[in-house]
């Protein structure tokens, strides 16, 4: 079994961000939602000023949440 990947979405808004995990699965897959991925312009009520969409290792995006508990 392929190493699995992850598709992370940074949402920016007046007050700050946030990122989110959005899928995990194939590398292929994700790639596809991420060509796919278009900033929405509103999120939780407030008005999104900026999007990005970010894909890798699930290891590599697990490593990141554990350093920044």
Excluded at 16 to 28: C, D, K, N, P, T
Excluded at 41 to 63: C, L, M, P, Q, Y
Aim: aromatic share 14%; glycine share 8%; proline share 3%.
């Amino acid at each position: 079994m392929t190493e699995p990947w992850v598709v992370t979405y940074r949402i920016e808004h007046a007050q700050g961000f946030i990122l989110f995990e959005a899928y995990r699965g194939e590398e292929g897959e994700c790639r596809r939602i991420a060509d796919q991925s278009a900033s929405p312009s509103w999120h939780e009520g407030r008005k999104v000023t900026g999007f990005k969409v970010i894909i890798g290792t699930a290891k590599s995006w697990d490593n990141f949440l554990s350093e920044n508990e």
